[in-house]
């Protein structure tokens, strides 16, 4: 049957109009301010009513996707592209290469290793075979000093809660022990035998740093540190090479770190803070015995580095060998006794060597405008070197240290088109700031105000968006659009200070951002409104559900994934939950930060009357680090209050979460139906 045809039936097939939800008059005051919220209701998903009407929506959203045009051929050309085989950076312990393997035909990633750099593949856990579910992930949280043991997450259905289980490699059978469902960080072994530093976050208390002996029931494991910190704080363990030291991180959001360390040859000795008092970031990375290089924006808002002695640990005695420089660092590798730091200029990455004194020798060679990572340790000869850039697939090198040879560790057989072109520009937000911008398409592309143009962006967290393959990209560009994505503030592609112009009460600064990136867009005469579509996930959900209700006038089409939505009422959603967003988007039970909460928060600007654009709102049931109740409620109010006729979708799914949780043909499948929508929506020519 002609794919017209099948279209043709499934739009009589499908109802006119979503099914409506029902307006509850619910009233709620905060700081002396009532606030209208008649979709209160839709939170309860305990409540059989809500679960038929969220049912039911996804059954519509799902139909009218099928009835876009164009979604075969995109599942086709987006499977050529992602259906193939990618691994990890390899960790290397005790001669073992640890990895991680997506292979197309496996529904999750698989753990593997090679005991030695030209040794043969072994897969020591496939995680749908081991659980019996396609849904189920695993991810590695630490690796004995002996590379015989290894402690791994069991993710279900894309939750940020797991279990944790241990692994005889060699073996490939799991260990008794097993803690329980909650929400862990790293895993660090104190040697190959005894046991394990693991964090633990409740979410009423927040985390802790527990010890689990080998063998023993979880029940009798050992709080270590954590008692008494802020409930918003997150903590992760690291052991020493030597097995000498342990290091705790504590994270307070994304702009505030600190460091904690104890001898581990003096087990009655409490762990003690390396930076106290001092309110700013800090990584801190192992550069030989009982020394550390940390890395800090302390007093240098583009970062720079120290080597610190633990046997010494006073600030007095730290030694600055990297001064902060006109470019922003991100972070630093020791390997090979040599350190390897990883700048940004202008959005592209330069990776600049120094000896441990601080003496410079010369740059990692790097193809332009590509990003990349050295990966190793400081008492290994080699390292790796992940190279990345729109268009060209992710490769790994293998480095020697003692004169930087590389040689081809990995590369996907991903096949790109030749006539592709990446353009870096510039433009002027709001308050006239400049803000970087990426353009991926076809060369030669005529600038006649008519492309299809698909805007994404991020804008938080102190995450820098980084060149890298895309494969929504590619698929803009062979369709004769543009694919865009500006470098908005909140991230960490200039420094703290661009990080911090983008959080709390100035948050408004990165809508601003993508707002004027949506202008010049048109203003240069590569698109206009109506063949303008925009998309973005978790917080760039919140970005773009910002932009369509800011500027309903600006976009035509909208993919708006796992959002962060309501925002005056976040700290609920948040409390127990995820504490640290807080820090970043502010507290509605905050008097001073509910104003400004309140004035960009996408669910309380929707207004009855607008003509918004076509909007795809999709969630899971198993998001628990950003509760789908939001999306839920978003999709009921502008169903309600959008007078555009354009559609507007949810699409519900039970079984995935934040962190996953989808196989990779369940991916390929709603990319196409989500890029099908949005491209049938602008009329990119598809059929």
């Known amino acids: 049957m002609a794919a017209a045809v099948v279209i043709a039936i499934l739009r009589a097939q499908t109802p006119a109009q979503p099914p409506q939800a029902r307006r509850a008059d619910f009233v709620e005051t905060f700081h002396g301010v009532q606030l209208h919220d008649p979709y209160h209701w839709l939170e309860d998903f305990a409540d059989p009513a809500v679960a038929q009407w969220i049912d039911a929506q996804d059954r519509y959203a799902r139909a009218v996707l099928a009835a876009s045009p164009g979604e075969d051929r995109l599942r086709r050309r987006y499977s050529e592209l992602m259906r193939v085989e990618h691994v990890s950076v390899p960790e290397v312990v005790a001669g073992r290469y640890f990895y991680t393997k997506g292979s197309p035909d496996k529904p999750q990633p698989l753990q593997c290793l090679r005991r030695g750099a030209d040794a043969r593949e072994e897969v020591w856990l496939d995680p749908a075979v081991t659980f019996g579910d396609t849904s189920v992930s695993a991810d590695v949280l630490g690796i004995s000093p002996d590379g015989k043991l290894a402690a791994y997450s069991v993710r279900r259905s894309g939750q940020d809660e797991v279990e944790v289980r241990v692994r005889d490699v060699d073996a490939a059978k799991d260990l008794p022990d097993h803690l329980a469902k909650s929400l862990y960080g790293s895993a660090a072994f104190r040697d190959s035998r005894s046991g394990f530093y693991y964090s633990r976050r409740a979410r009423d208390a927040g985390s802790r740093i527990w010890f689990h002996t080998l063998g023993a029931d979880a029940s009798t494991d050992t709080e270590i540190f954590g008692k008494g910190l802020d409930a918003r704080v997150f903590l992760n363990p690291a052991v020493t090479v030597d097995g000498r030291w342990l290091l705790v991180t504590a994270e307070y959001g994304w702009a505030h770190t600190e460091i904690w360390f104890r001898d581990l040859t003096k087990d009655d000795e409490p762990l003690r803070s390396l930076t106290p008092g001092m309110d700013s970031q800090f990584s801190a990375v192992e550069a030989g015995p009982g020394q550390i290089a940390l890395v800090t924006a302390w007093k240098a808002p583009r970062k720079r580095v120290f080597l610190v002695s633990l046997e010494r640990p006073a600030p007095e005695n730290w030694r600055e060998i990297i001064p902060e420089a006109g470019e922003s660092l991100g972070d630093a590798t020791v390997a090979g006794g040599k350190i390897y730091a990883a700048y940004l200029h202008d959005v592209q990455s330069r990776i600049r060597i120094f000896s441990r004194d601080g003496k410079s020798l010369g740059d990692v060679r790097l193809p332009a405008g ?159 409104p109506a063949r303008l579509a925009i998309s973005g996930t978790s917080n760039g959900g919140l970005l773009v559900g910002a932009a369509l209700t800011e500027r309903p006038d600006l976009f035509r089409a909208v993919y708006c994934g796992y959002p962060d939505l309501d925002m005056v009422r976040y700290f609920r959603y948040t409390k127990n939950n995820n504490p640290p967003a807080l820090l970043e988007y502010g507290d509605g039970s905050n008097p001073g930060h509910f104003p400004f909460l309140q004035s960009w928060s996408p669910y309380e600007r929707v207004v009855e009357g607008q003509k918004y654009p076509a909007v795809l709102l999709a969630t899971g049931e198993g998001d628990t680090r950003v509760p789908p109740q939001q999306a839920v409620k978003m999709a009921a109010k502008l169903q309600w209050a959008s007078r555009s006729g354009y559609p507007i979708l949810l699409r519900f799914d039970r079984k995935s979460g934040h962190a996953g949780g989808r196989t990779l043909d369940a991916q390929l499948g709603d990319i196409a139906a989500e890029q099908a929508l949005l491209m049938h929506e602008v009329d990119a020519g598809l059929q």
């Open 370 to 528: 590509s990003s990349a990572r050295v990966e190793g340790r400081w008492d290994q000869s080699e390292a790796f070197v992940s190279l990345n850039s729109f268009t060209v697939p992710p490769r790994i090198e293998r480095m020697r240290t003692a004169d930087g040879e590389r040689t081809l560790w990995f590369e996907p057989g991903t096949r790109v088109p030749s006539d592709l072109e990446v353009n870096q520009v510039w433009y002027r937000s709001k308050d006239g700031t400049r803000v970087p911008m990426y353009l991926v398409h076809r060369k030669g592309l005529a600038l006649d105000g008519n492309r299809p143009v698909l805007l994404t962006g991020y804008g938080g967290f102190n995450v820098p968006m980084l060149p890298g393959f895309n494969s929504g990209a590619i698929v803009w560009a062979e369709a004769g659009g543009v694919w865009a994505r500006p470098n908005l503030r909140g991230g960490a592609e200039f420094g703290e200070d661009w990080h911090r112009a983008g959080m709390l009460d100035k948050k408004q600064n990165v809508f601003d951002d993508f707002i004027a990136a949506a202008e010049w867009l048109i203003a240069n005469k590569y698109t206009s």
